[in-house]
């Protein structure tokens, strides 16, 4: 059983999360750590110079009150919104808190995924810890 489990979750999916949270709690030991981290992806800057700051921020506050939302009933559960390049904070997340699994969602790989690799599949291939893949 896992002591300290990392979630990481898409900030435009949270209705994926339930999911992975019965996972969670399937494999987590009593009274385990559960976090869940969604990184909000820098926005490319020939975006960001035609649309104004404001609508980027209205987008991300409403991300984060729906992970807020999907969440309200899981009491033990911590939430972290961070911004960033997604594979590089999951992997340095799980080692700022120690995870000893990580539980990713995957999606039916795309062309792009071919040439630049999914978020998960970064995390699979680094992570230092267990890691349950949801498909």
Known sequence: MYKNVLIPVAPDHPE????????ARALAAEGAKI??????E???????????AV???????????????????EGDVTLEVVHGHAPTLIL?????LGADL??????????SDWFLGSTAGR???HAPCGVHVIR
Request: glycine share 0%.
């Open 16 to 23: 994926r999360l339930s999911e992975q949270l019965k996972v």
């Open 55 to 73: 609508i980027f921020e209205q987008a991300q506050d409403e991300a984060e009150e729906a992970l807020k939302e999907a969440l309200k009933d």
């Open 123 to 125: 995390v699979v291939r």
């Open 92 to 96: 340095d997340k799980i080692k700022d």
């Open 102 to 111: 990580v539980i990713v969602r995957s999606h039916k790989p795309d062309m």
């Open 35 to 40: 976090t869940v981290v969604s990184v909000i």
């Open 42 to 52: 820098a926005v490319p800057l020939y975006i960001a110079a035609e649309v104004p």
